[in-house]
């Protein structure tokens, strides 16, 4: 083996490199499976509280203990909550509120990908209302206690697919015509417009919050095996992921480093270094030129204020 090589593989990053978490507390939505678990592992492993925001509160539960068996002192607690709905969401932030002061890092994970088009019990499509505006209106609601927390960070996980979606603002809900991959490629360009539309206005009202956005690459993961329908299940689940797919553990890489190493900035994207983007090490990516478009990000928050009925209280620019 050369040197060079050995110093690569010296310089792979890995959950183990996390640094050290203890009295920081984390909140990962969709939490009890996937790359959700695979964080919320690894963060419990080196010391962070973390509350698992599941839709299936057994789910959590079930979670909780497969990792407390491994770490019998990880503090972890399970708290439901549907993204889908903003009902759900509101109620979640209120009770979350009530029982904690400060929250250290959002980790804005779960998501749907791919299903038969349905819509939320507010009316939106349900994979832009999952994936974007449910975690819109759970930033905007907890920001204050993010403000509070020690190197507070969100963390929204986009997807490489954000560079083949586009937002359809004349039919966001798919009455006019109905692709569940394009409906999933838009909900993942939204998740990264607005990453980077709130790193803008966090450093425009100097708040101590930063902004980051992560991708999984291609990983293994029930997403790819229970939602989407028809030939996507095939390719995906069948074949995709047995040849091409890396294991959670590795695809929540990007995630966690996002979510803890100290050198990452705000506005970021992070994700794997290997070809296509599909798997490897954590590095910075770049967003998309439409992604990070500013009138693209003014638009869809906008939007996003008026169909979720969340106003984000930035503080006074000092």
Known sequence: ?????????????????????SGRVF?????????????????????GRVILAVRDLDKGRRAIAEITAEQPAAALEARPVDLADLDSVRDFADRLRADHSRLDVLINNAGVMAPPRSLSP?????QFACNHLGHFA?????????????????????????RKGRL???????????????????????????????HRRLVRAGSPVRSVLAHPGYTATNLQTSAPVGLWRVVFG????PLLAQPPARGALPQLYAATEPAVAGGQFIGP??????????????????????????????????????????????
């Open 1 to 21: 083996m050369t040197k060079q090589r050995e110093q690569q593989q010296k310089q792979q990053w890995a959950a183990e490199r996390i640094p050290d978490q």
């Open 27 to 47: 909140l990962v939505t969709g939490a009890n499976s996937g790359l959700g678990l695979a964080t919320t592992r690894a963060l419990a492993r080196r010391g």
């Open 122 to 126: 507010q009316g939106h499509e349900l």
């Open 138 to 162: 759970l930033t905007g609601l907890l920001l204050d206690l993010l403000a509070a927390g020690r190197d507070p960070r969100v963390v929204t996980v986009s997807s490489v697919n954000h």
């Open 168 to 198: 359809r603002f004349e039919d966001l809900a798919g009455e006019r015509g109905y692709s569940p991959m394009g409906f999933y490629n838009q909900s993942k360009f939204a998740n990264a417009v607005f990453g980077r539309e709130l």
């Open 238 to 241: 069948r074949i995709g992921n």
């Open 273 to 318: 270094d290997g070809p296509a983007e599909l798997r490897g090490e954590p590095t910075l990516v770049p967003l998309s030129d439409a992604a990070a478009d500013p009138e693209t990000g003014r638009r869809l928050w906008e939007l996003s204020e008026e169909l979720t009925g969340v106003r984000f209280a930035f503080p006074a620019a000092v």
